[in-house]
């Protein structure tokens, strides 16, 4: 293979730049605001040189910054041989990667704002081996065709190329290399594709309207130094007998703006979300203003959640978490919205097309009710105490703190209603409920550890935990069957050996 060397786009300069320049700016003004704004470009004022020298540091540090961002591209360098993708890189140490492609697990795709004017792409590069939760590589802009090249190597390498003489002439100028896979585009379904409607029940019903609202006032709580309150006071106090009704019209305007933020900020993150299979590969494609495509091999996923919180669970709608091992193709990010909302139904049915290895409807083993206690007391423990002292100090106002102890209890009852859990002889389901219902599914070849535990008040009810181990971007994450009885979670415990042979009910 030739080595033709490629640079990434110069947009790349402007990228690493921005990126580079955001950790400077919260300190420099700490620093300079801080002083009180003395600040001033008269020459006769006092803090005329000191205005001089700070805009010299700051365009001195500016300057900077973006010299050493056009040196690391211009030092990035990327080429095919010998079938991998090699990389050289380095602003003072040239550092070099070769990855083969067969190694290769994933290409995910991301178009922002910078690069859909030049029609680039930024991939991630992932691999099977552990990066700490980020990509093996980062190609941060680089054009389409040259995206395809690099997936055209990638299945090259894990479809090899197969030999068709053109005649019976042993000849080697007679062989015809033939890439089986290229003659014919590889096949590929769309699973699910997001409404509108479904866009706009999404924005309704997630907590981002609770941290808009929440930046509105923190916002406006800003303004104090500005706003003559005392004068609004004076004027309006002839109208105090209205204070609860001019403040009940203010939240709702306030609720009113957050939720027209949250729908506009969930429509960009979100427009034209659709999940796609091609092969043993799902793609997950969303965003309006920066467009993403992650890629995730069917083989790296460990568990499928379906959480219900309680609201959408009152119209039947679900969302689907798919939790997969290594790297997720976002920053601290270990698990993978599959579907954001779907009805619960319509959720099984996707489900079932992409694992039908597994069952999805399957009649649950619930909580015994010897543990509801357990299950309504396990708040209270904690809660007591923080209720107690809020109404001493605060009293009397702090006795309304009293009513969170009901409806814990009410809360212990409602997960103790929601638990239970079933498995077969490959699969373990566990449904259990925190605020929201969640239904975690996996199966045994996918569980990393279990363990059983049996706490005091526990051992008094002949009760058991079992806690399921699967492997989750590049930790783990932990599903548990809470307070079931000891003979049923042993069943669980020892269900899980590799080399036991059990029947469905768990008998050996």
């Not at 420099?28 to 805009?55: C, D, Q, W, Y």
């Not at 706009?200 to 500005?226: E, H, M, P, R």
Request: charge should be positive; proline fraction near 4%.
């Amino acid at each position: 293979m030739s080595r033709e060397v490629n640079h990434l786009h110069p947009i790349t300069v402007v990228l690493s730049f921005l990126s580079s320049l955001k950790n400077f700016v919260i300190p420099m003004a700490v620093i300079f605001l801080g002083k009180g704004f003395r600040f001033s470009l008269n020459p006769n004022s006092e803090h005329f040189i000191e205005t001089l020298i700070s805009l010299g540091v700051i365009i001195l540090v500016i300057c900077v910054i973006f010299i050493l961002a056009f040196i690391k591209w211009k030092r990035f360098v990327y080429w095919f041989e010998d079938g991998e993708l090699r990389i050289e890189h380095g602003l003072f140490v040239k550092k070099k990667r070769y990855i083969p492609f067969e190694r290769i697990q994933s290409l995910n795709y991301k178009e922002g704002i910078l690069h859909r004017p030049f029609k680039l792409v930024k991939v991630s590069i992932e691999t099977a081996a552990e990066s700490g939760g980020e990509a093996e590589a980062d190609l941060k802009a680089i054009t389409h065709e040259q995206a395809t090249m690099i997936e055209l190597e990638m299945k090259k390498a894990k479809y090899p190329l197969k030999q068709v003489a053109t005649h019976d002439s042993e000849d080697d100028s007679n062989v015809v290399n033939h890439y089986d896979q290229k003659e014919q585009p590889i096949p590929s379904a769309i699973i699910h594709r997001m409404s509108k409607k479904d866009l706009l029940i999404l924005a309704t019903t997630s907590s981002g309207i609770g941290v808009v609202f929440s930046g509105l006032a923190a916002i406006l709580s800003q303004f104090n130094d500005w706003i003559p309150y005392e004068q609004l006071y004076g004027e309006f106090q002839a109208f105090i007998k209205f204070g609860a009704l001019l403040i009940t019209i203010v939240t709702i305007v306030v609720l009113i703006i957050s939720w027209l933020i949250s729908v506009a900020i969930t429509f960009l993150n979100n427009f034209g979300f659709s999940v796609e299979k091609e092969e043993d590969k799902l793609f997950i494609s969303k965003g309006l203003l920066e467009k993403r495509r992650m890629t995730i091999p069917m083989k790296r996923i460990q568990g499928v959640r379906i959480v219900e919180n309680p609201f959408r669970q009152l119209f039947g709608y679900a969302t689907i978490v798919i939790e997969s091992a290594g790297s997720s193709g976002e920053k601290d990010e270990q698990k993978i919205v599959m579907v954001p909302l779907v009805k619960k139904q319509q959720a099984l049915t996707i489900l079932k097309k992409l694992f039908p290895e597994e069952q999805w409807e399957f009649p649950l083993q619930r909580a015994p009710k010897k543990a509801l206690l357990r299950y309504m007391v396990k708040h209270v423990y904690w809660l007591a105490p923080v209720t107690v002292a809020v109404s001493y100090f605060t009293y009397p106002y702090g006795l309304w703190s009293l009513l969170l102890l009901p409806l814990a209890l009410l809360l212990g009852f409602w997960q103790h209603q929601s638990a239970g859990y079933a498995k077969n002889k490959h699969q373990l389901t566990i449904v259990y409920r925190g605020i929201s219902k969640t239904t975690f599914v996996t199966l045994k070849k996918r569980i990393q550890a279990i363990s059983l535990s049996q706490s005091y008040f526990e051992k008094r009810k002949n009760i058991a935990t079992v806690s399921i181990h699967i492997m989750s971007g590049t930790s783990g994450s932990i599903a548990k069957i809470k307070h079931f009885d000891l003979m049923n979670m042993e069943q669980v415990f020892w269900w899980c050996e590799p080399n036991s042979i059990q029947n469905v009910d768990g008998k050996k």
